[in-house]
């Protein structure tokens, strides 16, 4: 019954689609190319799995108390296969380097090496998808100071290189061995709560490490490095060393790619209008869906306003291709499987919606100076029936139709978070 109607409304909707010239088929095998990397750090509130005493630092932070937390790598992983179960078509995981699993033992940033990502690499090979990485340069003794590779003290700053490097030579086994690149972001803390005298040698350091970090000659086949600007951290409001220009300077000077984060811009800078300027001098760029509220506050991800001009702006610049799109938000305060599940398909239903678009048709109202007509198709836009092709394309790809999905949660909840605390 439940099917009956889904293909019913679909069929009703492409039709719809297709009074404007939008083909839904094409739209549906373009979203189904779309892996989204989905961050592990939403599993265990950015904790994990080093054996330390170390609390969460860097400017970041997880609130809430929700029952449940994985607390280790098997319990992370088998989260992780429930929201799998819950999503449409395909999705990669994303790692921090301090998701090591090093059985008991205590390795310290500078030792990560790729006998630690194993399991993780086997149990991807085994599901068929496909693992990013990330360097964890927070969090740790030796980022307490505000600065890790921009640090003055040589010891601090080789510290940091050499976890870097590791990083580096734990994502090229990964690309290689899954047959695709493992794109790298290196994101750092470094910055400070008042106003420095001194930006200018600190960028230069924090420049001259991040070469030292990457001066290994790496195929782009196996590692896609990404470097991630930011505005501020907590505790480090006056000053971040890898501002936006500084990364996208970076980027365009190494051939690499730049990290554009929802959060880490000025509320009134749109990050759907870099996409445009930052493609015409990168192959590449890495996108972090986020929902900041007030400052970079990490909330699941909706389709608010910002994601979707996010995902249309990908659309209209043509460059699904040249993306890649990845979760960063951290919520301890709901069920972390539902976080998962809702920020992951609200960042597909928005991509839904760019590609339900008619292009030709605003492109070509744009080209000829009609703006009145571009203005009202537009806004007749917004509430064309999307979700009935995106029931569709769930129905379609064996995923739970609607809020199906949330009692598969309820239930996983009451048969396995429950009892992890
Ligand atoms: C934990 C992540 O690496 C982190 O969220 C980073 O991507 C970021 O956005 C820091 O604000
Ligand atoms: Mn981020």
Not at 82 to 103: C, D, M, V, W
Not at 186 to 204: E, L
Not at 375 to 381: G, K, Y
Request: glycine share 8%; charged share 30%.
């Amino acid at each position: 019954m439940r099917k009956e109607s889904v293909m019913k409304q679909y069929e009703a909707a492409r039709e719809r689609f297709a009074e404007y010239g939008v083909d839904t088929e094409t739209a549906l095998r373009a979203i189904d190319e779309v892996e989204i990397s989905m961050h592990c750090w939403q599993g265990d509130d950015v904790t994990g799995f080093e054996v330390s005493e170390q609390g969460m630092s860097g400017g970041i932070l997880a609130t809430g108390n929700y029952p449940g937390r994985a607390r280790n790598a098997n319990e992370l992983r088998a989260d992780y296969e429930k929201a799998f179960s819950l999503i449409p078509g395909r999705q990669r995981a994303n790692l921090h380097a301090f998701y090591l699993e090093t059985g008991g033992k205590r390795v310290d940033r500078d030792a990560v090496e790729v006998k630690y990502f194993e399991n993780w690499m086997q149990w991807a090979q085994e599901l068929g998808i496909k693992l990013d990485f990330n360097t964890s340069m927070f969090s740790h003794p030796k980022s307490e100071g505000g600065y890790t590779i921009a640090s003055y003290d040589d010891t601090i700053r080789g510290f940091w290189i050499e976890h870097g490097r590791r990083c580096r030579d734990i994502a090229e086994e990964m690309g290689k061995r899954q047959g695709s690149p493992c794109v790298l972001n290196h994101w750092m803390v470094d910055g400070s709560k008042d106003a420095p005298v001194d930006r200018y040698d600190r960028r230069a350091l924090f420049i001259r490490s991040l070469d030292a970090i990457r001066s290994k000659a790496v195929s782009k086949d196996h590692v896609l490095d990404a470097i991630e600007s930011k505005l501020f951290g907590i505790g480090l409001e006056s000053f971040t060393v890898g501002s936006g220009e500084l990364a996208l300077g970076y980027a365009v000077t190494r051939d690499i790619m730049v990290t554009c984060d929802l959060g880490h811009f000025h509320p009134t800078e749109s990050v759907a209008d870099k996409v445009s300027a930052v493609l015409q001098f990168t192959d590449k760029m890495l996108l972090h869906t986020s929902r900041p509220v007030r400052w970079d506050s990490d909330h699941v991800v909706l389709q608010n306003d910002d994601t979707m001009a996010l995902m249309q702006e990908v659309v209209r610049a043509n460059a699904l291709s040249r993306v890649y799109i990845a979760l960063d938000f951290f919520d301890a305060s709901i069920n972390r499987i539902a976080a998962w599940v809702i920020g992951t398909r609200a960042t597909q239903k928005a991509l839904l919606s760019a590609l339900l678009e008619p292009r030709e048709r605003l492109l070509a109202a744009e080209r000829a100076g009609d703006t009145t007509y571009r203005l009202a198709l537009v806004e007749e836009m917004k509430n064309m029936p999307v979700n009935a092709v995106w029931d569709y394309y769930c129905e379609k790809s064996g995923v739970p139709v609607g809020m199906d999905w949330y009692g598969e949660v309820k239930q996983y909840e009451k048969d396995v978070l429950l009892g992890r605390d």
